[in-house]
């Protein structure tokens, strides 16, 4: 059996879609399985993980670009031609061409683009709509990131519950090390010379920053003295407002986008966690700092309590009076903090992608019949 695996997403500026097909990639190509792997279009070999771009050099994404382009134009045959034969592909959204012969699988991650629209571009709602109708409807099997996100697509697009099921997204290993000497590097580069409360994520309406800063400008002052807020990710849409604010926030700092290298070091040094998402398919960045032994403050609302369980503390995410309260908590009780980071561990050893990797074995097995 020959899994094909539409590894398009790496070559473009993507945020956790990106992550999770990267890492994803890698672990199946590390775990004995009883299929050759190929990636469409071919990519031998990956370079470092990076979101402003692609892991390849220039030459080699135009190449493929290249390639995908004869795909659009050629159809079904000239797919064929490009990925090989195979058994099974596995789409993105950017897949345009299936192979012929293939049974198709694909990842759903999200469907915040149904649920909430207002919280996208219309660019991205199109390209959502036209993946659901060209690839999902149309697939052998589906892969949901989360119990919350099978659900929603049983409600929302009448899946058959049978062609779709859960496998769980992993953590980078890096997150689950110690990697105290290098957050000692990483916050000298940066100049955090306080302890700080940590947000990481693409500043757009959805991660609901500017409800974090108004809960952090109402903390009590003595807090704030001690303690920053840290906010790292790069600026997406609709984050003019955001942005602007950032800079005379008292106690905040922007960092922007970091390199994928330095942020496992970043987020163990965290004393919190921050996550006050108004949707999210899995979210992934909690369960980072939970591998990390950090305690989250996260919402409660969509996959984030199926990831945080009882390691964390969850908040009603338009409620800043509740995001405050949470963050005081947490900061004004270090064994509130110890003993939510030793359950915060042992909860995200859950996600890790070698677990993934063997159940998405299984999985393709299944598609393959």
């Keep these: ?15 956790g879609v990106k992550t999770y097909l990267y890492h994803w990639i890698d672990a199946l190509r590390r775990l004995p399985a009883p299929f050759s792997l190929g990636l469409y279009p071919r990519l031998d070999h990956l370079g470092p993980l990076r979101h402003d771009g692609s892991v390849l050099s220039r030459p080699g994404t135009w190449a493929r670009f290249a390639l995908l382009g004869l795909a659009r134009v ?13 058994d099974v592909l596995h789409a993105s959204n950017l897949t345009r061409s299936v192979p012929r012969g293939a049974r198709l699988t694909a990842t759903l991650h999200d469907l915040t683009t149904l649920l909430m629209p207002e919280l996208h571009t219309d660019s991205n709602v199109r390209a959502d709509q036209a993946f659901f109708e060209r690839i999902v409807r149309r697939a052998d099997r589906l892969i949901a990131v989360s119990r ?4 929603d697509a049983l409600q929302r697009l009448k899946l058959d519950d049978q062609r779709i099921e859960v496998i769980y997204p992993g953590v980078a290993d890096a997150f689950f090390a110690n990697a105290e000497r290098r957050t000692t590097e990483v916050r000298l580069r940066y100049g955090l010379a306080r302890p700080y409360v940590l947000f990481v994520g693409t500043v757009e309406p959805r991660k609901n920053l500017d409800r974090l800063l108004d809960a952090w400008a109402g903390l009590r002052p003595s807090l704030r003295e001690e303690f920053d807020l840290v906010v790292a990710g790069p600026p997406g849409w609709s984050s003019g407002s955001t942005l602007a604010r950032l800079p005379a926030a008292p106690g905040v700092r922007y960092l922007g986008y970091l390199p994928e290298a330095e942020l496992p070091p970043l987020t163990a040094g965290a004393t919190t966690f921050v996550y006050p998402s108004l949707y999210e398919g899995f979210g992934l960045p909690v369960a980072q700092a939970m591998a990390c032994g950090v ?3 996260a919402s409660d609302v969509s996959s984030l309590p199926e990831v945080v369980g009882e390691a964390g503390l969850l908040v009603d995410p338009k409620s800043i009076a509740e995001i405050r309260a949470a963050i005081e ?10 003993k939510l980071a030793g359950k915060a561990r042992e909860r995200a050893a859950r996600f890790r992608w070698t677990r993934a990797a063997a159940a998405s074995t299984s999985f393709f097995e299944r598609a393959a019949g």
């Excluded at 059996?1 to 945020?15: E, F, K, N, Q, Y």
């Excluded at 919350?148 to 659900?151: K, N, P, S, V």
């Design 1 to 15: 059996m020959r899994v094909v695996i539409d590894a398009t997403p790496l070559l473009v500026r993507s945020g």
């Design 74 to 86: 050629g159809g079904a045959p000239a797919a064929s031609w490009i990925a090989g034969r195979a």
């Design 148 to 151: 919350h996100t099978l659900e």
């Design 295 to 297: 305690p989250v403050v």
């Design 329 to 338: 908590r947490l900061l004004l009780a270090p064994s509130l903090r110890a």
